[in-house]
């Protein structure tokens, strides 16, 4: 999960917009996209929407999002407004899920979860005429399967194994994490507040070294035995 973790996403509404402004920007959450390429991805989002208005359903687009969001967004009286924070979220979602989506997919659970899931969908799709030559004879029968709209590839897994005490100790641990990290944040506040705190030979410290290291060793004692 570590990797998840990783991956940084806009704080607020109003940093959403600033990914459309500059690449510099952009390459901070995004590094191999270009800020050219998402400009043409929102005029033919915004394209595609204005030719689909009377009839929202019939959109054309290969942004999954875009179709199953339940904002009547053909219904909006000024659309050069109302739409473009729905496009731009719409093109950033899109670019996290092909970001996150291959980290999850080489996890168990990840793997397990979908492969159940599509066992499941696939018993409420219309069976289709499957024809296949056995000993030189085409035989006819019917098949029900039902597949992920992003076309990934990835491996089944029927069965997966989860040793729940383990997981619940994580949990634990990092919730012992989190409220140790909040104490030890109060604690640095008020010591940035002394004037020997940044006595020490690099200038660039905020804090001296050896206050940093006292820091850091009371943090990893605040975690193992809270």
Do not use: C
């Amino acid at each position: 999960m570590a990797a998840l973790a990783d991956i940084d996403r806009p704080a607020s509404k109003k940093e959403l917009p600033k990914l459309f402004e500059t690449q510099a920007i952009l390459a901070e959450y995004f590094p191999n996209a270009k800020l050219s390429a998402v400009d043409i991805e929102y005029s033919e989002l915004n394209s595609a929407m204005s030719l689909s208005k009377k009839d929202p359903l019939k959109i054309i687009t290969a942004y999954d999002l875009l179709k199953r969001t339940n904002w009547p967004w053909h219904e909006s009286k000024n659309a050069k407004r109302d739409w473009k924070p729905l496009i731009r979220s719409t093109i950033v979602e899109t670019k996290y899920i092909e970001k996150y989506r291959p980290i999850l997919l080489k996890m168990h659970a990840g793997r397990f979860l979908r492969t159940k899931l599509q066992l499941l969908l696939a018993e409420f799709v219309f069976p289709k005429t499957v024809q296949d030559q056995v000993d030189g004879k085409t035989v006819t029968h019917f098949e029900k399967k039902w597949n992920y709209p992003d076309n990934m590839v990835w491996r089944a897994l029927q069965e997966f194994a989860i040793d729940f005490k383990e997981e619940l100790e994580r949990v634990q641990y990092r919730s012992r994490h989190l409220v140790a990290r909040k104490d030890i944040a109060a604690i640095v506040a008020k010591i940035e507040t002394f004037p020997l705190s940044r006595v020490g030979p690099e200038k660039s410290h905020t804090i001296s070294p050896g206050v940093q290291r006292a820091v850091t060793s009371l943090i990893h004692v605040s975690v193992l035995y809270s």
